[in-house]
T-cell receptor, first 111, second 109 residues
């Protein structure tokens, strides 16, 4: 069966520090991978998506970047965090249009 | 571009029916979804409907789709306190899922 792992679950980082959130998928090949952000009290914002290794599309200009070094690994990064980067980050994968599967999320607090 | 909208909040009493509404703009949507997010957790797919269907029923859940008006609704019968969560409507366009802002459902005992 397919599973998705996302870590860490919670993270508190100072302003200006770097960020690396990792997401891995098991049990499937060549998935579409996504990073979403959910700010407090707001809906989901698509940040990045990837249809293959090294292929990253960005939906919004921001302080963040994403990479896909392996087929089932998706990494969200920042060189210098801003206060506005605080939020709940969700990784997801899909194969077809029928549904997407989400990780448990990372709650990032930038202080 | 695509846009999916939902009301922010709904409060119901335990045992009543809940109806969560959603409107979307992309007429090429092939699937429409309802996801549930419990506090501090990721999203779980509740149900989905193909765009050539008008209705889909799954136990306590009923999804209604009005493609002409681009309106989707989720009805939860006999709402329980465990149904309290944020419910997201989403549509698929190509490889992307576009989500609404979520409706927070509060169930009062």
């Amino acid at each position: 069966s397919q599973t998705i792992h996302q870590w860490p679950a919670t993270l508190v980082q100072p302003v200006g520090s770097p960020l690396s959130l990792e997401c891995t998928v098991e049990g499937t090949s060549n998935p579409n991978l996504y990073w979403y952000r959910q700010a407090a009290g707001r809906g989901l914002q698509l940040l990045f998506y990837s249809v293959g290794i090294g292929q990253i599309s960005s939906e919004v200009p921001q302080n963040l970047s994403a990479s896909r070094p392996q087929d089932r690994q998706f990494i969200l990064s920042s060189k210098k965090l801003l206060l506005s980067d605080s939020g709940f980050y969700l990784c997801a994968w899909s194969i077809s249009r029928t549904e997407a599967f989400f990780g448990q999320g990372t709650r990032l607090t930038v202080v | 571009g695509e846009d999916v909208e939902q009301s922010l909040f709904l409060s119901v009493r335990e045992g009543d029916s809940s109806v969560i509404n959603c409107t979307y703009t992309d007429s090429s949507s092939t699937y429409l979804y309802w996801y549930k997010q419990e506090p501090g957790a990721g999203l779980q797919l509740l149900t989905y409907i193909f765009s050539n269907m008008d209705m889909k029923q799954d136990q306590r859940l009923t999804v209604l789709l009005n493609k002409k008006d681009k309106h989707l609704s989720l009805r939860i019968a006999d709402t329980q306190t465990g149904d309290s969560a944020i419910y997201f409507c989403a549509e698929s366009a190509g490889n992307m899922l576009t989500f609404g802002g979520g409706t927070r459902l509060m169930v009062k005992p």
